[in-house]
């Protein structure tokens, strides 16, 4: 039993006696006061319990705290069983980011090594481009070929014909 349990047990002992006087003094606590219904917002009014023992009295009370603790209990059961599952569901969520953020790495990874045989690749393409032949050199040799008209020279079988025919003449 806790100290306010405690307290509240005490105080309505007082006033079921009759007593609002401790030790001869009156009860200035601010707890007994809310239990008195002159402070706080929720009031304990009872109808007085004539003909009734000071003891039955006490029961009676004990019985209605009992019962509004066990009301507390159980809502602070359900507050827990509620925390909980929020809990669960909030870890179940970070796993899940988590995996989420793992493959998203993994992805990344992927892609710059993607990126690092494309720029390889560019490399080597932009080595071969060097070492073609450039657009000027080509038309020097276009001109070269124009001027020697490669097409206008004598194949093999054209000169032997050229000479037999020669030799048949003479």
């Given at each position: 039993m806790n100290i306010k349990t405690q307290r509240l047990i005490y105080y309505a002992r007082q006033v079921l006696l009759g007593d609002e006087k401790l030790d001869g003094k009156p009860i200035n606590d601010p707890f007994?006061?809310?239990f008195r219904g002159?402070?706080?917002?929720?009031?304990?009014?009872?109808?007085?319990?004539?003909?009734?023992?000071g003891q039955d009295k006490l029961s009676k009370l004990i019985g209605e705290v009992s019962s509004n603790l066990r009301i507390l209990e159980d809502r602070y059961s359900n507050l827990r069983k509620k925390t909980q599952l929020t809990d669960q569901a909030l870890l179940e969520t970070q796993r899940q980011f988590f995996k989420e953020k793992r493959i998203i790495a993994?992805?990344?990874?992927?892609?710059?090594?993607?990126?690092s045989?494309?720029?390889e690749e560019l490399g080597v393409m932009s080595?071969?481009?060097?070492?073609?032949?450039k657009?000027?050199?080509f038309k020097v040799i276009e001109k070269y070929l124009d001027m020697w008209e490669p097409m206008q020279f004598l194949t093999r079988k054209e000169a032997e014909e050229i000479i037999e025919d020669s030799m048949g003449e003479e």
């Open positions: 007994y006061q809310e002159r402070g706080g917002q929720e009031t304990i009014t009872r109808p007085p319990m004539k003909g009734v023992s993994e992805e990344i990874v992927e892609i710059k090594m993607k990126l045989e494309l720029a080595a071969e481009l060097k070492s073609a032949v657009q000027n050199d």
